[in-house]
């Protein structure tokens, strides 16, 4: 069976600071992609960032970077400069070739403050 | 305009009545799904359709309809809403596989 996990319910980070979001995953698949969601006080999920499981290199978009280290399956998000609109909650998801079907953590509520 | 839409924005029923949530989507993508959100879990998938006949289950069905009207249009049905399904509902579309999914602004259902 798949699994996200994050365990991290909460993280305060420091405005300009850089800030880690922990998420591993439970898969035996091969082919799998994983995503990073934030969802803003609004309530909308935004789309940040994918990587495949097969990409050599890890992703970046932007302040975005998803640290993947495929052998401990892990999948962190590494959030640079963080900015007061970054506070919000983020998701870590996987999808695989098989199932095709998104899998999502349980979320964690990043603050940041001045 | 927004992708993806769904309607009502925000809508309180009560126990035992039946209710529909809609949602629309103008990105052409083939695949639709109907989450839920509930503090502390995550979304979880409830129903999703990867074409206008292919309507499959997903981790919570029990208690939901889905019909896939069109390519665009996919709708979740409570038969008979009890409060435990209050929530924040979402609709998400993608195209192929492990694609991106792209979500409405959300529903959130309130049943007294």
């Known amino acids: 069976a798949q699994k996200i996990t994050q365990t991290q319910p909460g993280m305060f980070v420091q405005e300009k600071e850089a800030v880690t979001l922990d998420c591993t995953y439970d898969t035996s698949d091969q082919s799998y992609g994983l995503f990073w969601y934030k969802q803003p006080s609004s309530g909308e999920m935004i789309f940040l960032i994918y990587q495949g499981s097969y990409d050599e290199q890890n992703a970046t978009e932007g302040r975005y970077s998803l640290n993947f280290q495929k052998a401990r399956k892990s999948a962190n998000l590494v959030i640079s400069a963080s900015q007061l609109g970054d506070s919000a909650m983020y998701f870590c998801a996987m999808g695989s070739w098989d199932t095709d079907k998104l899998i999502f953590g349980t979320g964690t509520r990043l603050q940041v403050f001045p | 305009d927004a992708d993806v839409t769904q309607t009502p924005r925000n809508r309180i029923t009560k126990t035992g009545k039946r209710i529909m949530l809609e949602c629309s989507q103008t990105?052409?993508?083939?695949?639709m799904y109907w989450y839920r959100q509930d503090p502390g879990l995550g979304l979880r998938l409830i129903y999703y359709?990867?074409?206008?006949?292919?309507?499959n289950k997903g981790e919570i069905s029990d208690g939901y309809s889905v019909s896939r009207q069109a390519q665009a249009k996919f709708s979740l049905s409570l038969e008979s809403a009890i409060p435990n399904q209050t929530a924040l509902y979402f609709c998400?579309?993608?195209?192929?596989?492990?694609?991106?999914?792209?979500f409405g602004p959300g529903t959130r259902l309130t049943v007294t």
């Open positions: 998400a579309t993608s195209q192929g596989m492990i694609g991106e999914q792209y």
């Open positions: 359709s990867f074409d206008v006949k292919d309507i």
């Open positions: 990105k052409g993508h083939d695949r």
